[in-house]
């Protein structure tokens, strides 16, 4: 089955500055990488998506590239923010149109530091 | 449109006692999953269901059971609960969560 492995397990940055994790997966047939953020007793949220007809997504401070050759994905926050704070996984998946099963990296505790 | 709804929020169980969680869904998704998140830790797939009628082992399925009689029902049964199922459970349909259930086997 898939594997998805995702580093670093922490991350601290400065407000202001960009953070960036990492994801790569084993799976060649994988074609749909979500990004959750789970803030501290919440539930994991979806922010942001791509597919594997697409090499960038953007969206306001976070963007999101795919390597497929290479199986792996990458998630960019810029200018960062205190808010920004939280828990973020990565995952991985065969998209059939609708959904399906989910593969989750092991997350990645950032925290933004005044 | 409530999205995905848990219920109960919080629950705590005693050793060898069982529950059933639930979780409904109101946006006509075939696709629903099971997972636990254990303190500090990622999330585990459970159980899922492809759509009413169907479902299917995830990697920690022992202790647990599922049914999906309708399209908007995809409740977790705990049978003979142990300390070791204390966790946050999630339940999710397509790629939306539901707010969570907090258990704690004593």
């Known amino acids: 089955g898939e594997n998805v492995e995702q580093h670093p397990s922490t991350l601290s940055v400065q407000e202001g500055d960009s953070a960036v994790i990492k994801c790569t997966y084993s799976d060649s047939a994988s074609n749909y990488f979500p990004w959750y953020k789970q803030e501290l007793g919440k539930r994991p949220q979806l922010i942001i998506d791509?597919?594997?007809?697409?090499g960038e997504k953007k969206d306001q401070r976070i963007a999101v590239t795919l390597n497929k050759t290479a199986k792996h994905f990458s998630l960019h926050i810029t200018e960062t923010q205190p808010e920004d704070s939280a828990v973020y996984f990565c995952a991985a998946s065969i998209s059939t149109g609708t959904a399906s099963k989910l593969t989750f990296g092991t997350g990645t505790r950032l925290q933004v530091t005044l | 449109n409530a999205g995905v709804t848990q219920t109960p929020k919080f629950r705590i169980l005693k050793i060898g006692q069982s529950m059933t969680l639930q979780c409904t869904q109101d946006m006509n998704h075939n696709y629903m999953y099971w997972y636990r998140q254990d303190p500090g830790m990622g999330l585990k797939l459970i159980y899922y269901s492809v759509g009413a009628g169907i479902t299917d082992k995830g990697e920690v399925p022992n202790g647990y059971n599922v049914s999906r009689s309708t399209t908007e029902d995809f409740p977790l049964r705990l049978e003979l609960a142990a300390p070791s199922q204390t966790s946050v459970y999630f339940c999710?349909?397509?790629?939306?969560f539901g707010s969570g259930t907090r258990l704690t086997v004593v």
């Open positions: 999710a349909s397509s790629y939306t």
């Open positions: 791509i597919r594997s007809n697409v």
